[in-house]
């Protein structure tokens, strides 16, 4: 089942800064969550996967990917608990949530009609 996108956070984000603007943000997260995917298919260190969980954990929460931002927080927490063996079995977990919200919001904000239903 694939992750959705918390509509009622997108709606919020447009009535604080105007739904053009959160097109356009859309975009740009979208295109942050690819380089994040790279970088999470680069064979990174555990490390490198708290620095991009860090990275994806408030902004996928404020574009309303709830459960990446929870799967992103828990990488985190498990890495600063020195859990490595839990985040390297999670990392395929973890990979397909950054790559299908992605796409989702890939193609929210390239799709008007997809973007008007939500707005």
Known sequence: MTAMINEATLKRLAVEVGQETVALLLEVFSGELEQYLQ???E????????????????SAA???A???AQMAQECESRVKQ????WVNDHLPELQQL?????QQYRHLASN??????IF
Do not use: Y
């Open 39 to 41: 970088q999470l298919t």
């Open 43 to 58: 064979q990174p260190s555990v490390m490198q996967i708290r620095e991009i969980s860090h990275a994806i954990k408030s």
């Open 62 to 64: 404020s574009f309303g």
């Open 66 to 68: 709830d459960e990446l």
């Open 82 to 85: 020195g859990q490595e063996s």
């Open 98 to 102: 950054v790559g299908d919200m992605a």
């Open 112 to 117: 008007q009609e997809a973007f008007n239903r």
